[in-house]
DNA sequence: TGGCAGGGGCCTG
DNA sequence: CAGGCCCCTGCC
């Protein structure tokens, strides 16, 4: 067991991010479980002191998991003081730190993400990992999420079986893809965050908004800023000049145009931003939201 | 209770 | 660009 003082972080609100789905509430209070690959720990947090229940030999592991060499006072600090709802939604969230989490687990769990709930999703990746993953040598029952030759056991019928839905083809896809190395995954881990985007997207089932996840929480290019309708509908609700946007201009297009406008300022690190909005909006009180 | 809308979208025509 | 898609959940 390891104790450290942190700021920025905050294991509840990292864990309803939506950006991790195997950080869980644990029975103890303030404390959660975290499954990453094959790795586990057990944290618990109580003011800045976070407890790191693992093997010193683990610790590096979960230090770069959790990202706690990167300065997230330096990224609030370079808010626009006139975006009054960013520092707002950054303040409410300043626990929030982009992960870096498991590559191939976060093309399937991105690939799973489509249409569907953060709880929904939760309980798909669970699923598959009970099924196809490795019982970790742990304290209680956890599973490792499945490597790409686990997940190979699964055919077309297993995974639909598994309630993926039209979502099985594509993970049955990507399995076939990594094991036959056509989708490699230490060289997409060596590309630039445009490069990582050419070659996700042209994978069966994996566009653009899928890819940018997966680049941002699995790959850890925090300039990459995944468009959702949740970041669609903010930023339409709170970045749109209404009187100034032309009636048919295709909805797509007056998001690009917001985020050039809004956002291009923090180029190199805009992901944290979206974060930041995307905690916000899904976990704040309706009496926390500015005027609407 | 049943029907409908929508969910951290993507592929096809 | 429009339509369809698997299935679940929340809402009326």
Redesign the pocket.
Known sequence: MIQKTLTSFDLKQIAD???CFRMLPAEEANTYTVISGPHFLKAAQDGQTVTFFCEPEELPFWERYFDLDTDYDAFRKAINPRDAYLKQAADFGQGVRILRQDLWEMIITFII????????IRRRVEDLSHAYGSRLPVPGTFYSFPSPEQLSAASLEDL?AM?L???AKYIKRACEDACSGRLDLSYLGSLSYEDAMDYLTGF????????N?ICLFGLHHIDAF?V????RKILMNRYAPKSRLPKDL?QSRVCEALIQKHFSRYRGFAGVM??YI?YYERNAGEDLHGPS
């Open positions: 991010s939506g950006q993400s489509q249409q569907q709930t953060i709880p929904s639909l309630k839905g039209y979502r069966y089932g994996i566009g653009e908004k899928v890819a996840c995944p959702d309708t949740w970041i295709p979206q974060q995307f």
